[in-house]
């Protein structure tokens, strides 16, 4: 079983700068492939990012290449997204996911994750 708590969504300015945390519980955490996930409203819940164990390999969306950063830190149980040059179409509750330490390959599809964060909300203004 993992556990997962997202933190540091706010709201910012179009350009501006936000870093999501999640903190993970469990034992296979080292093992999880973690993602980031975002849904907006009236809208499905899309992929944004996500990481294998030890970091080895990351794939992001294209609407959020060049300007997020996925990584992990395995002695704190810990994912980040760091979200740079923000705009108003980021907008979203964004969620932190694990796969099944069983699965080592990234997913993009939310249905691949089998535990989830709450999520925490990003705001962008214009």
């Known amino acids: 079983q993992v556990q997962l708590v997202d933190s540091g969504g706010g709201l910012v300015q179009a350009g501006g700068s936000l870093r999501l945390s999640c903190a993970a519980s469990?034992?296979?955490?080292?093992?999880?492939?973690m993602g980031w996930f975002r849904q907006a409203p009236g809208k499905e819940r899309e992929f944004v990012a996500a990481?294998?164990?030890?970091?080895?390999?990351?794939d992001y969306a294209d609407s959020v290449k060049g300007r997020f950063t996925i990584s992990r830190d395995s002695a704190k149980n810990t994912v980040y997204l760091q979200m740079n040059s923000l705009k108003p179409e980021d907008t979203a509750v964004y969620y932190c996911a694990a796969r099944r330490a069983l699965f080592r390959q990234i997913a993009v599809r939310s249905i691949e994750y089998a535990y989830w964060g709450q999520g925490t909300q990003v705001t962008v203004s214009s």
């Open positions: 990481s294998t164990s030890g970091g080895g390999s990351t």
């Open positions: 469990g034992r296979t955490f080292s093992r999880n492939v």
